[in-house]
């Protein structure tokens, strides 16, 4: 691990100018993803600013029926939220599917969807990755791609977003809210948060040099029945193959988002209009622009029995 300066933030606006400020500066919070990283010499920030005195670890009722949570919400406490579990049961499913105990006691909101791709070649400092180092190529592309993207990716990178919550939350219209170091807000609809690779695979969102999460938001309760199922290769602490996010009404109609697929979670909601004609319609529009790899071809039609089960499951 290379030689790194530390503060301690007080106020969100104080955070996001001291990472602004400061070339190879970042955020800490739970250090789930990034420190691991940085043991690796994957990340090698120059000064980190920790955000944990930020008091953001509340889950407060919106004017609108819906949920605030906190950036500094753990995994557990927002998994366990009498509210979350009642009227967003697929988030709470989603985030149970994920890691392990401990670390889900100590990683937050905003760290979960800020983690980084599990891609070998991107662990690996010793293989190209255009998502570690740009311009150096994807080993991934003609190498071990058994794991990596169907669809969504690009010449430079086919590499995916391994998180679980996101999913969840993109299927539930989430939104991110933030502070810029000049003190403005905003809120970036889940839809918009992730990127896809195109020619710089090394931005893995939309977020500004500085901008900090504060909140993720949830519209009201969809209603409808809830599901969350992960396809892994081992039944826990392993990263998705293929997961489906769904939420889904008595007359078969729904809401539907893939998580192991792609750069970020992948939602078409014009296939979910399909949703009443069976999942081989939804996945035929889901997949359309597919361009997997033949080590990784199956994950379509993985994707396909994936929805059919949890289809099955709705229907009770």
């Known amino acids: 691990m290379k030689s790194f300066t530390y503060e301690r933030a007080s106020t969100p606006a104080q955070a996001a100018a001291a990472v602004a400020g400061r070339q190879g500066a970042k955020f800490l919070a739970g250090g789930t993803n990034l420190l691991d990283l940085m043991k690796l010499e994957i990340e090698t920030p120059t000064h980190l600013v920790d955000v944990q ?63 980084r791709t599990r891609c070998p070649y991107f662990y690996d400092t010793n293989q190209p990755c255009n998502k570690r180092k740009p311009g150096t190529g994807c080993g991934a592309i003609g190498g071990y791609s058994r794991q990596l993207a169907v669809v969504g990716s690009s010449d430079q990178c086919i590499a995916t977003y391994p998180g679980d919550m996101a999913v969840a939350m993109r299927v539930l219209d989430a939104a991110v809210e933030t502070v810029k170091p000049d003190g403005q807000t905003r809120a970036i609809p889940m839809a918009d948060f992730h990127r896809l690779p195109g020619d710089h695979p090394e931005r893995d969102n939309v977020l500004e040099q500085g901008e900090l999460i504060t909140a993720v938001t949830l519209p009201k309760p969809l209603g409808g029945t809830h599901i969350y199922q992960k396809v892994r290769d081992r039944a826990s602490y392993a990263f998705a193959l293929v997961s489906v996010a769904a939420v889904i009404g008595k007359d078969g109609a729904g809401h539907v988002a893939f998580g192991g697929v792609a750069h970020k979670p ?28 033949p080590d990784n071809r199956f994950k379509i039609a993985l994707a396909e029995r994936t929805l059919a089960s949890v289809m099955a499951q709705a229907k009770g």
């Not at 670890?57 to 029926?65: L, Q, W």
């Not at 998994?79 to 994920?98: E, N, Q, S, W």
């Not at 909601?269 to 361009?291: C, H, L």
């Open 53 to 115: 005195d930020l008091k953001l670890d509340r889950i407060e009722k919106t004017e609108e029926g819906g949920l605030r949570i906190g950036a500094l919400v753990t995994n557990t406490a927002l998994a366990a939220d009498d509210r979350v579990r009642r009227d967003y049961g697929v988030l709470t499913r989603a985030i149970v599917a994920g890691a392990s105990g401990q670390l889900r006691n100590k990683a937050t909101t905003a760290g979960n969807l800020l983690q």
């Open 266 to 293: 992948w939602r078409v909601e014009a296939a979910e209009a399909a949703m009443p004609q069976g999942p081989r319609a939804v996945a035929g529009q889901v997949f359309a622009d597919a361009r997997p790899t």
